[in-house]
């Protein structure tokens, strides 16, 4: 497996479990996704435990809890032309490099999509910030 090099702003191809099919019991869910990865923190054991939010074709039912992906931007990193959202009301968190990575649709030794731009992502991180602070996001462990 080619890993990419794990950083924060990474959109990674990977087996996201929502929080709802957490509670139906399952470990696996059946559609992997683009993700982004929010944090990337080195640990006392020397692994590294990331955190990723889901990239999904489904409007947001509060877009307090979303960033919609601009056309460009889905272009760069090869996503459908479908409008997509960039929630941050669930998250998942594992040991990098998991067993949850998928490669690429149609490039079977890639497993990134590239990098979001700067500006969004901070703004992904100063309103997942704002949203820590006033409710609790929804983080699935996944190891």
Do not use: C
Not at 37 to 45: N, Y
Not at 65 to 73: C, Y
Not at 75 to 83: E, G, Q, R, T, V
Request: glycine share 4%; net charge positive; charged share 30%.
């Amino acid at each position: 497996m080619n890993l990419p090099t794990r950083r924060v702003g990474l959109v990674i191809r990977y087996n996201f479990l929502w929080s709802n099919e957490k509670a139906a019991g399952k470990q696996e869910t059946t559609k992997d996704r683009p993700a982004a990865i929010v944090v990337a923190a080195r640990q006392e054991s020397g692994e590294v435990r990331v955190i990723v939010a889901p990239i999904t074709h489904e409007p947001p039912v509060d877009s307090r809890d979303s960033i919609e992906i601009s056309a460009g931007i889905r272009a760069a990193l090869d996503l459908d032309h479908h409008p997509q959202w960039l929630r941050f009301d669930e998250l998942n968190r594992f040991t990098w490099s998991g067993y949850d990575l998928r490669p690429v649709p149609g490039s079977p030794r890639r497993y990134e999509y590239g990098m979001l731009p700067r500006e969004l992502f901070e703004r992904l991180r100063e309103r997942l910030l704002a949203r820590q602070r006033t409710k609790a996001a929804s983080i699935q462990n996944r190891d």
